[in-house]
């Protein structure tokens, strides 16, 4: 839930200002993670292996952006959930290409 701040919005469990705009930037990027992480499971099943890397992948980058903004660091924050949502729309094509075995992508996906 968002508080309203007089410099901006407060992130429940933050105690981080951040700008409007900025809040909509990364809302709009767990939106679009939502959405990846909807159509990874309706092509590859919800209990996939895929599925399931993506979305702890996705859940630890979050964490990690949440941690950037509680220390002030929101353009940090922003480019951590860019490049977690880039790699949503990566590891399908991957896999679908056969360019990389399963544990090679889980790898990358951990190591990114």
């Known amino acids: 839930m968002d508080r309203h701040a007089p ?5 429940s ?8 705009s900025q809040a909509t930037a990364l809302d709009a990027l767990r939106a679009d993670a939502v959405r990846m992480l909807a159509r990874i499971a309706e092509d590859h099943g919800a209990g996939s292996r895929l ?3 993506c979305t702890e992948m996705w859940c630890q980058r979050d964490e990690d952006a949440r941690l950037s903004l509680s220390h002030g660091d ?4 922003w480019v951590v959930l860019e490049r977690a949502l880039y790699l949503l729309t990566f ?4 896999l679908a290409r056969n360019e990389l075995a399963f544990a090679d992508l889980e790898m990358l996906l951990r190591a990114a």
Not at 14 to 20: E, H, N, W
């Open 7 to 11: 410099h901006g919005t407060l992130r």
């Open 13 to 20: 469990g933050d105690d981080t200002p951040t700008s409007p």
């Open 51 to 53: 599925h399931r890397l």
């Open 74 to 77: 929101a353009p940090n924050a």
């Open 91 to 94: 590891a399908p094509r991957v």
